[in-house]
């Protein structure tokens, strides 16, 4: 293959599907989001979104 000739969409694709055969879906999607950065203050909206809740409310919630 020679990727001079790939465009950069080509080459993305290409590479996405590298790693999702040798991967697999799960540790493909747990490699891609090792590059996303974000954006706000995940400490700061944690803290906000469970200020009122307690550590049994929030167990339950995962249970559920």
């Known amino acids: 293959m020679n990727t ?3 465009t950069q969409n080509e080459i993305k694709r290409k ?25 706000g203050d995940y400490t700061k909206e ?5 200020k009122k809740k307690s550590v049994a409310d929030i167990v339950k919630e995962i249970k559920n």
């Open 46 to 50: 944690r803290k906000k979104s469970y």
């Open 15 to 39: 590479g996405f599907n590298v790693l999702q055969k040798n991967l697999g879906v799960s540790g493909f999607v747990k490699f891609i989001q090792q590059f996303d950065l974000g954006e």
């Open 4 to 6: 001079m000739t790939l």
